[in-house]
């Protein structure tokens, strides 16, 4: 099983510089990958939009989608996100911005106000949806990743796919340690379902992989879970993730542990083992496809974006 004419591998980007995004688009294409590449891009000119684009099969910009909220309430907001003491007051004060009004606008109000201050993190889960709704109907599997901290040494398909594949961090991190999964489960649920997870190895939302039914059903899930709150999220969208994986709502998924499996996610990973060849290894000695937070260590980082980047003038790289 590999990946066909109809695969999709699938990203989002806002105001991320095109050169952090090119070792994933060509280390992707350099393992015989024959799917396509979509991107979702957001609050760039038209300069680093032809670069992205030429590194893509498939575009969808999304600036358009949202509105623009009021100035006076989008600098409070602002000010309370970035100013100490404040804090505090940021998440209720966003809350009630999102409620005043007629309630069947009040999503479009949480949708403007999450793009213009939080970003696309907790967003993208109804933009990919209509992206493979509308730009890649016939697509057969999925991936959907991250971007800047992810890079190929394998078709990321090339192992059997059935249902939906989410990856676990690695065993060394758990919510009850991890001071990022743990506050986006407890602000999320509350200390009680928190300490049900405690000692749980969080799953990574940058790398999901599914056949097409099984991620459309992903993405609605998520996209659910996500409006609803109409609280900030931003990253808080990995919280949502792993409440909805570990609560069992999700049919047909397998939880695959790090280490073993197509997805290699480094970040809680002390060393590293490599090939003959310099290519990074599992725990097991298997080697993974997809090699995810490689930038948490630094030599290694170099390394990887030094070799993909973009090709110099005399089409050396």
Not at 83 to 107: N, V
Request: neutral net charge.
């Amino acid at each position: 099983m590999a990946s066909t004419e109809k695969s999709l591998v699938l990203g989002f980007a806002a105001r991320l510089d095109p050169t952090f995004i090119e070792p994933f688009a060509r280390s992707l294409r350099a393992t015989g990958y024959i799917g396509r590449l979509g991107l979702v891009l957001a609050q760039y000119d038209e300069r680093d939009l032809s670069v992205l684009s030429a590194l893509a099969d498939l575009v969808m910009v999304v600036d358009d989608r949202y509105g623009t909220p009021n100035r006076e309430l989008l600098w409070l907001l602002k000010k309370a996100r970035s100013t100490r003491g404040f804090r505090r007051y940021y998440t209720p004060l966003f809350m009630l911005a999102c409620r005043i009004g007629r309630e069947r606008t009040s999503q479009a109000r949480w949708e403007a106000l999450e793009f213009h201050i939080e970003g696309l993190q907790a967003l993208r889960y109804g933009i990919y949806y209509d992206f493979i709704r509308e730009l890649a109907p016939d697509a057969d599997k999925v991936m959907i990743s991250d971007l800047r901290d992810v890079f190929f040494q394998g078709d990321p398909f090339e192992r059997r796919l059935d249902g939906l594949e989410v990856v676990l961090e690695d065993p060394s991190h758990r919510f009850a340690n991890d001071p990022f999964n743990g506050r986006w489960v407890r602000n999320l649920a509350g200390p009680v379902r928190f300490a049900e997870m405690a000692l749980g190895v969080p799953s990574c939302s940058g790398t999901v992989l599914g056949t097409q039914e099984a991620m459309m059903h992903y993405l609605r899930e998520m996209s659910a879970c996500v409006t609803w709150r109409r609280r900030p999220l931003g990253s808080h969208d990995q919280g949502v993730h792993n409440l909805l994986v570990h609560s069992g709502r999700m049919s047909s998924v397998t939880i695959e542990r790090n280490g073993v499996g197509r997805v290699l996610t480094m970040g809680g990973m002390t060393g590293y083992d490599v090939d003959d060849d310099g290519r990074i290894l599992n725990q097991d000695g298997s080697l993974p496809a997809v090699v995810h937070q490689f930038d948490r260590h630094p030599e290694l980082a170099l390394h990887i974006r030094t070799r993909l980047a973009a090709p110099t003038v005399d089409g050396e790289v």
